[in-house]
């Protein structure tokens, strides 16, 4: 594909009020969202509160150099090699530049970019955007960055130059905007929270009660016991020794939900009534963002010729992989789910049971040392390390336990390499890797399409940062589907696995008021 070779970057930015509140601060990027990035027809929304603190990236397809790709994968190789070509020719940084998100690629990667996994047939295996524009909100510094890429020389003069006069009309205008949400925004909104807190509450009442949607899963009951009883029997034959079995529900398209969103109207103010008008896949996410908050968030919309859009709805816990400009890189791999307790005292021993039971401690070392392995083919020997291990986080339905595996990439390797060596997510497959995730294949009746896959951003100064596609609502117009799953050792029980798998689905089912048939 044909086009200008973004060269500079450059930026602008805003302050926002009231720095103790992220209420404030989430209300801006809700709005700034709404007022100026959704009336595109791919629009994407991420929200993160990784290490480098918590911040939302709201950006769109209507720049003069963005682009959309939506590829059918024929060669695992191939797709990393195209995406790192795009940034193949040098981009100008300056090094006042406020944060690691530098434009770039902005999406989802699937399952299916994988040589062994299957793909969708209707679905495409990535939806990326190359975002030329976008704006970040720093809710740790209550700030908010515009940011834009000017274009090089490959092209007509004139062109060039026209198309420069635009990114920084773009840039001055949305500083206007941007300016003038900040100032308006007295309280918080529906969809106001930015990311999560760890340690939240036991419950939440943000859950609609006004309508019901029915979700069925690909494998019933029976048939998900019986392919969890043939996981234990590959395991006991020696071909692995942790599959990640997963199955996924599927019910009504989000815009079917007719009162998606009504529950709300007549105690709180929502941003749609604000801004204009929010689809019922917008409303979805920002309902989302209260019941499950989480430190991976994503909203994606992309369009598709002959198609309804496609949207990916993601409140996910778990970091895939985190690199820094510098080669810095961390995963987050999660093993372990326990649900909240009912009162604080049950959830105080469902939290210290999940921390000291051997099974769970043994899945999400099995896990540590894959990943261990997958990142030590590009990173300094002798830097991968694991700071943490087994550690509890909590969310608003589960408790989760939780390792870190840093490292450091070897010099002239960047983002997209560390990705395409840890690719899919080893907490998502089993180990060993090749081996199970064939086992999966045989098993699991469907593919996974973009569950189990990443989402997020990756950079041209070589940093990125993507979650695990987990807790992540799939919608094609035609239906919503999710995933869910659980890692298979020696001595899983499999009814338990099964109900581990509704513990996992409890957000997304509250969020839209679901259950499982």
Request: aromatic content about 6%; overall charge negative.
């Amino acid at each position: 594909m044909a086009y200008m070779t973004p060269r500079r970057l450059t930026f602008r930015t805003i302050p926002l009020p009231l720095a103790d509140s992220r209420d404030i601060t989430g209300s801006v990027a809700s709005r700034v969202f709404l007022s100026l990035f959704n009336d595109a027809p791919t629009a994407t929304w991420l929200d993160s509160s990784g290490n480098g603190g918590a911040i939302s990236v709201l950006a769109n397809s209507a720049g003069p150099l963005a682009r959309t790709w939506l590829p059918q994968v024929a060669s695992s190789a191939e797709f990393f090699a195209q995406l790192r070509s795009a940034f193949a020719e040098p981009v100008e940084i300056p090094a006042e530049w406020p944060c690691d998100f530098a434009l770039g690629w902005v999406g989802a990667l699937g399952y299916g970019i994988e040589d062994i996994a299957r793909s969708r047939e209707d679905h495409p295996d990535a939806a990326l955007l190359f975002a030329d524009r976008a704006v970040v909100v720093d809710h740790e510094r209550a700030v908010a960055h515009a940011m834009a890429l000017l274009p090089g020389v490959d092209g007509p003069p004139q062109k060039a130059r026209e198309v420069h006069a635009k990114q920084l009309e773009w840039l001055d205008a949305t500083v206007v905007a941007v300016q003038d949400i900040a100032d308006d925004v007295s309280g918080p909104v529906l969809g106001s929270a930015p990311v999560a807190t760890l340690g939240g509450t036991l419950s939440t009442d943000c859950a609609p009660t006004d309508y019901a949607a029915t979700f069925h899963f690909d494998q019933p009951k029976q048939q998900y016991l019986a392919s969890i009883q043939r996981c234990l029997d590959y395991i006991a034959a020696g071909d692995s020794y942790e599959v990640c079995l997963t199955n996924t529900a599927r019910g009504p398209a989000l815009r079917n939900l007719a009162a998606l969103g009504a529950s709300e109207q007549s105690s709180r103010q929502s941003p749609a009534a604000a801004t204009g008008s929010a689809s019922p896949e917008l409303l979805a996410y920002l309902r989302l963002r209260e019941v499950s908050p989480v430190p991976y968030g994503a909203f994606l919309r992309f369009s598709r010729p002959g198609a309804a859009p496609l949207h990916i709805l993601s409140a996910s816990p778990e970091r895939f992989l985190k690199v820094s400009p510098a080669g810095a890189v961390s995963a987050k791999p999660i093993k372990g789910t326990r649900p909240r307790g009912k009162d604080q005292a049950a959830d105080a021993r469902g939290r210290q049971e999940l921390q000291s039971n051997p099974k769970d401690r043994a899945e999400n070392l099995m896990i540590v040392d894959l990943l261990r392995n997958d990142l030590g083919r590009v990173c300094v020997p002798g830097s991968v390390e694991v700071p943490k291990i087994f550690s509890v986080e909590t969310f608003s339905h589960v408790h989760q336990l939780v390792s870190t595996i840093t490292g450091r990439l070897r010099a002239g390797l960047g983002a997209v390499d560390a990705i395409e060596a840890s690719y899919p997510g080893g907490s998502m497959t089993g180990a060993p890797k090749i081996r199970t995730m064939q086992i999966i294949e045989e098993l699991e009746p469907q593919p996974r399409g973009f569950y189990s896959g990443a989402i997020g951003w990756i950079s041209p100064n070589s940093a990125a940062e993507l979650n695990i596609t987990i807790r992540t609502l799939i919608d094609d117009g035609k239906e919503c589907s999710f995933g869910v799953g659980g890692a298979i050792v020696a001595d899983s029980d499999p009814l338990a696995e099964y109900q581990e798998t509704l513990v996992k689905a409890a957000a997304l089912l509250d969020t839209l008021g679901g259950q499982i048939a």
